[in-house]
């Protein structure tokens, strides 16, 4: 084996997709999991879409989708496009001119998909729309809008139907000479979703993949079911953006995708609270101690660890490794800073002392 090929055997997937720009955000090729978010608010109120993209950005989203479901929102997607801080991407189905519009009209990127688009003699349009723009295409299959020949194939599995409806479009779209791709191929069930992301890794190793477990519910069982399945493909190198689809605020997907990145250290941004879970050792309340600590450090951006540990059994080596920490006994608090001890503190004054040391950080 040559050197060049020792190389690119020890790359993950996600190092050698081809790199697409959305708006000034690389995605693929190697650039960090970009984070991604949908906006909720009405399609045609300018000012609400605004505030929420604020809100998403202040959370750590750098690029944000917004759904076009009609022609007469193009024009308030024009404007949210001309005062966003970040990326719009234009999200549309079944009426190709909108998509066709919304790359005239400031779109950073465009997320359709061509079996509901109309066909791909409509999408022959957005292709050209959006080469002319020099913006990227992602292509969307979910499991509820197969094709319905490739659906109704029983030598197939689901998630060979839906790399293969990938794998399709793609083609099409290369043919054409248009390259600046992005694909998802998302079901709600997680392993179902994993292993399409597997297969669409192997079939298309050049695309850059937009990974997410879709319609995965509200915050607890989504949250769970998203870190699972994202979880395994990350680990793995597979995924170049991704999105926790959560049925809640879309600030609270900004938590749980950095949460997740940072569990797997591979991005990092804001504090990570190292807290135990309790048992009858515990002479403080520390679940409420724990929350007011997580409370008080949600704006923050350092990438530090803080332990809040509730007795001696693992307290003391927990808060001495992490950056800052506390470590309970019996109604008091012994903080630690670095390994090194602070003070000893009454158990009403822990929090407010912790937020003291960490802003000497």
């Not at 493909?233 to 995708?257: F, Y």
Request: hydrophobic residues 40%.
């Amino acid at each position: 084996m040559c050197e060049n090929e020792a190389t690119i055997n020890d790359k993950k997937p996600n190092q050698l997709t081809h790199r697409v720009m959305v708006g000034n955000v690389p995605l693929g090729g190697g650039a960090p999991v970009v984070v991604q978010s949908m906006l909720n608010a009405p399609a045609n109120d300018v000012d609400a879409n605004l505030a929420q993209i604020r809100e998403l950005a202040a959370a750590g989203c750098e690029v944000v989708r917004m759904a076009i479901p009609r022609r007469d929102c193009l024009d308030a997607f024009q404007s949210v496009c001309e005062q966003s801080p970040l990326p719009v991407v234009a999200d549309v189905h079944f009426d190709a001119q909108i998509a066709v519009e919304a790359a005239r009209r400031g779109a950073a990127k465009l997320r359709i998909n061509p079996g509901n688009i109309g066909g791909l003699a409509k999408t022959d349009a957005v292709l050209d729309a959006a080469g002319e723009a020099g913006i990227p295409i992602r292509i969307g299959v979910n499991a509820g809008s197969l094709d319905q020949d490739l659906a109704a194939r029983r030598d197939l599995t689901l998630p060979q139907k839906l790399a293969a409806s990938a794998a399709g479009y793609v083609e099409y779209c290369e043919g054409r000479g248009f390259h600046d791709l992005v694909v998802s191929a998302k079901a709600h069930d997680v392993m179902t979703t994993v292993r399409t992301y597997r297969q669409l890794s192997r079939d298309l190793p050049h695309i850059p993949l937009h990974i997410g477990i879709t319609e995965a519910g509200t915050q607890f069982q989504g949250v769970i079911k998203s870190a699972s399945g994202l979880g395994i493909l990350l680990e793995e190198g597979i995924g170049d953006t991704m999105r926790i689809s959560l049925t809640d605020d879309p600030v609270v997907e900004m938590r749980a995708c950095w949460a997740l990145l940072s569990a797997l250290d591979l991005r990092r941004r804001g504090p990570e609270i190292i807290s135990c879970p309790t048992c009858g050792r515990c002479q403080v309340n520390l679940i409420e101690l724990a929350k007011q600590v997580e409370s008080n450090l949600m704006s923050t951006t350092k990438p530090i660890k803080v332990a809040v540990m509730g007795c001696v059994v693992n307290g003391p080596g927990e808060a001495r490794d992490a950056d800052i920490g506390v470590a309970c006994g019996a109604g008091v608090g012994v903080v630690f800073k670095h390994g090194e001890v602070q003070r000893k503190v009454e158990e009403h004054a822990i929090v407010d002392v912790l937020m003291e040391e960490i802003g000497k950080l």
